[in-house]
């Protein structure tokens, strides 16, 4: 009877490591599933962050030929040439303005982009597993060396 302990150990440590197998690819199959989800959910954040900032460009850039525009005519209406002087400077300081808005957008944009991603870190939980298994292997030898 003495003999058949050892015995049944090496068969419940087998089992063990079977069963610890099985956990550890469905843990892995599960953790790819929810990875390639993240990475759809991402790229769908992304896609509707790019249209979002380029609708922004698009409405900044008519406001900005409305506001030169209109800006131009009542210089132009008050005999002011729009063209040189200081009528030239207000429309250069307009489109600058503009630019520098813009540059804030696409920092925002990028930003925004770069929150959105998921760590290269994210652990998937089957390193755990294996360690364990391999701790409770270590304590079925060990208890076979005693």
Same mark, same amino acid.
Request: net charge positive; proline share 1%; no cysteine.
């Given at each position: ?7 049944? +150990? *090496? ?5 063990? *490591?079977?069963? &610890? ?20 959910? /991402?790229?769908? %954040? ?8 380029? +609708?922004? !460009? =698009? ?12 800006? %131009?005519? =009542?210089?132009? !209406? @008050? ?6 002087? @200081? ?10 303005? /503009? ?17 959105? =991603? %998921? @760590? *290269?870190?994210? &652990?998937?939980?089957? *390193? &755990? ?12 030898? %060990?208890?076979?060396?005693?």
């Amino acid at each position: 009877m003495a003999a058949l302990a050892p015995v049944a +150990t *090496l068969v419940g440590t087998g089992v063990s *490591l079977y069963a &610890t197998s099985r956990q550890a690819s469905t843990q892995s199959a599960q953790a790819k599933a929810q990875r390639q989800q993240a990475e759809a959910e /991402a790229l769908q %954040r992304a896609e509707q962050i790019a249209v979002q900032s380029s +609708t922004d !460009a =698009r409405e900044r850039q008519a406001t900005l030929d409305r506001t030169v525009a209109s800006t %131009r005519a =009542r210089l132009a !209406a @008050s005999g002011v040439s729009p063209d040189q002087g @200081s009528a030239a400077a207000i429309t250069a300081g307009m489109a600058e303005d /503009a630019a520098a808005a813009q540059a804030d957008s696409n920092a925002g944009f990028q930003a925004r982009l770069a929150a959105g =991603r %998921r @760590s *290269l870190l994210n &652990t998937d939980g089957s *390193l &755990t597993t294996w360690l364990r298994a391999g701790q409770s292997f270590g304590g079925t030898v %060990r208890s076979l060396l005693d």
